[in-house]
């Protein structure tokens, strides 16, 4: 059974008829872009490998479990010029949204890497990942996770193209590069996605992010949407107060010392595979400003400054935070605390759904294959939440109030 907190779990014959009912009507959404029936059913079985139990999602592992001679088929699906990642990509988000949508949301923003051997694949490079934890020859894709309290799932995707790609039109070409893209910083990549997810309109309250995407055009995005966010900035990032009795002022590390004991407090970031994931979190005010006349929430902001420390030795996070006034460090922590959903999807959509087994070295098919990976991802993330549904509210039993007997008169 798929087990979670809740004491109300699926049996297994509920489970495989949802699982079953939810891939007739992830085949039916997507059927429309496809122009013929059999590759439209082409993509279904490779939906269907990506879902398998082989733990390797290849072309040939793929074609083994839906009979086919060889990986031909699974390879058209991601070659073929005739049907639009993109389109895809918003069937996804709009699947997601319609199950697992809620207006305190958070979106999530961060890359993975893709290790790859050679120079052909479209974008890969010398470049440092996370995913390795070193500088190596990888392709880096920006993605951006939906996380609510029914669940977690991608909606969105771009794949990075390094200066040396996009200062090489032959190379472009190769790899069948859209004429039009030129050069973009993942934090870019980061604002198309959130302007995407507002225009949608995606329901969401809060985004988060590291460092990389902490400072820039984001916040400003942000701000102006009426967003609140807990963004990752490092350690070097120079923070003012004003209009507050405590002045601030100073690299985010200096602040750090000079705050005193009582100024911290523990409080978990969340759930971990070993109970909560506690830390020291101190919080600062740095300025109350009016949020913009447009905004959900026009009245009162303020920008802050969020420290987490770790218990064990000491180390120090630092995070620019924008939210609406009396915002408690408690909600700010939460936010924060969203980010290892995003970790526990690239984790998860990897082993899982072959995300980072894409053979194709295209443009288009590095697209297709991760959009069909978030599809993957996103149909189990749905069935997870409607196979454990949340325990029904208790109610209160009416008693009828007992009148206490008067005694007769004689």
């Keep these: 059974m798929i087990r979670t907190s809740w004491t109300r779990t699926a049996s297994i014959e509920e489970t495989l008829a949802l699982w079953a009912a939810s891939l007739r009507e992830i085949k039916k959404r997507i059927r429309p872009l496809f122009g013929q029936e059999r590759v ?65 949301a958070v979106l999530v923003i961060d890359e993975t890497g893709f290790l790859k051997q050679g120079k052909a694949s479209c974008g890969v490079a010398r470049q440092y990942t996370g995913s390795a934890g070193k500088i190596t020859n990888c392709q880096i894709g920006v993605f951006a996770a939906y996380v609510s309290c029914h669940g977690h799932a991608f909606i969105d995707r771009a794949l990075y193209l390094p200066k040396e790609w996009t200062d090489d039109p032959d190379r472009l070409k190769a790899a069948y590069v859209p004429p039009d893209t030129g050069f973009a910083t993942k934090p870019k990549l980061a604002t198309r996605m959130i302007a995407r997810a507002i225009a949608a309109p995606v329901p969401f309250k809060w985004v988060a992010g590291d460092t990389v995407y902490g400072v820039g055009d984001i916040e400003q995005q942000l701000r102006r949407a009426g967003k609140g966010y807990v963004l990752g900035v490092s350690s070097a990032h120079v923070f003012r107060s004003w209009g507050k009795r405590r002045s601030v002022a100073g690299t985010a590390a200096d602040i750090a010392l000079t705050r005193r004991a009582s100024d911290w407090k523990r409080l978990s970031a969340g759930a971990g595979t070993k109970g909560p994931r506690l830390h020291d979190w101190c919080y600062l005010e740095l300025a109350d400003l ?28 630092f995070f620019t935070t924008w939210c609406p006034a009396a915002t408690s460090i408690e909600t700010l922590v939460g936010v924060e605390g969203h980010r290892w959903a995003i970790e526990d999807s690239f984790e998860t959509a990897k082993n899982e759904f072959g995300l980072d087994h894409n053979e194709s070295r295209s443009w288009h098919g590095w697209h297709r294959h991760v959009s069909m990976a978030m599809l993957a991802f996103a149909m189990m993330a749905v069935i997870r939440h409607r196979a454990n549904p949340p325990a029904p509210k208790k109610t209160k039993r009416r008693t009828t109030a007992r009148v206490k007997p008067q005694p007769r008169r004689r």
């Excluded at 993509?43 to 879902?51: Q, R």
């Excluded at 949020?291 to 996070?317: F, Q, S, V």
Aim: glycine share 12%; no cysteine; aromatic share 6%.
């Design 40 to 104: 439209a059913k082409n993509a279904g079985l490779f939906l269907e490998g990506l879902l398998g139990d082989e733990q390797r999602k290849t072309g040939w592992m793929r074609a083994e479990a839906a009979g086919d001679p060889g990986p031909w088929r699974q390879q058209a699906i991601l070659g073929r010029r005739d049907w639009d990642a993109d389109a895809l990509r918003d069937i996804v988000r709009d699947y997601v949204i319609e199950h697992l949508a809620d207006d305190d």
């Design 290 to 317: 009016a949020g913009e006349p447009n905004d959900e929430n026009p009245g009162l902001w303020t920008r802050g400054l969020l420290i987490r420390r770790r218990i064990a030795d000491g180390d120090l996070a």
